[in-house]
């Protein structure tokens, strides 16, 4: 069954805490995406992963970081949060190199108070 | 700097007819440009794709069709229906590149 899991879904936090965003998927696909989706923007990518320990800065890194421990386990990690970092967030992955299919999450809701 | 560009941003059409969504780029060195769709409370899908040998790709009601000299596509779904109601989003890369998104179309089909 090819899924790309997201926990949580829905997430409330205060300014100055700190978030987790876990993303997973059953494909054993090298290659992870974190993107960031705010209204007229489109996506926007965060980090890409082409592999455990193998991680890039997309167009807007700065306030996240990630984690890829495992292939089939990717984090977005959000130290001392801010109110602009309000968004939905989609994980994704994609077999080999990003020409190819993006499979997508249902997305992270997170609301910065 | 833009480098996908999508029109309309929102477009409404009734069921039957045919909802035409256009793209254009800027990078010449793009040569794989995926259509997207995503509906609500969800993550996008890929819908229909088409590589720079090509000018057009058909897949049942969905085409794309694509002009390399002015750089532009367009996604046409004909006999359109209350469920092709979703965002579709445009994106494009070079070979082994991450993709550049488009900032999506929200297509409405009125029953």
């Known amino acids: 069954d090819m899924k790309v899991t997201q926990m949580p879904r829905y997430l409330i936090k205060r300014m100055g805490e700190n978030v987790l965003l876990e993303c997973g998927q059953d494909?054993?696909?090298?290659?992870m995406y974190w993107y960031r989706q705010d209204p007229g923007l489109g996506l926007q990518l965060i980090y890409i992963?082409?592999?455990?320990?193998?991680?890039s800065e997309g167009d807007i890194p700065k306030g996240y970081r990630v984690s890829r421990k495992k292939r089939e386990h990717f984090s977005l990690i959000l130290d001392s949060a801010k109110t602009n970092q309000t968004s939905v967030y989609f994980c994704?992955?994609?077999?080999?190199?990003?020409?190819?299919?993006?499979?997508f999450g249902e997305g992270s809701r997170l609301i910065v108070v | 700097q833009q480098q996908v560009r999508q029109s309309p941003q929102s477009l409404t059409v009734w069921e039957g007819e045919t909802a035409i969504l256009n793209c254009s780029y800027e990078?010449?060195?793009?040569?794989?440009f995926p259509w997207y769709q995503q509906f609500p409370g969800e993550g996008p899908a890929l819908l229909i794709s088409?590589?720079?040998v090509s000018d057009k790709k058909e897949d049942g009601r969905f085409t794309i069709f694509f002009n390399k000299r002015e750089k532009k596509l367009s996604l046409h779904i004909t006999d359109s229906q209350p469920g092709d109601s979703a965002t579709y989003f445009c994106?494009?890369?070079?070979?082994?590149?991450?993709?550049?998104w488009g900032s999506g179309t929200k297509l409405i089909i009125k029953p």
């Open positions: 994704a992955s994609s077999l080999g190199t990003p020409g190819n299919t993006l499979y």
């Open positions: 494909m054993s696909h090298e290659t």
């Open positions: 990078d010449s060195t793009f040569n794989y």
């Open positions: 992963s082409y592999d455990v320990d193998s991680n």
């Open positions: 994106a494009a890369s070079e070979s082994n590149y991450q993709l550049i």
């Open positions: 088409i590589r720079s």
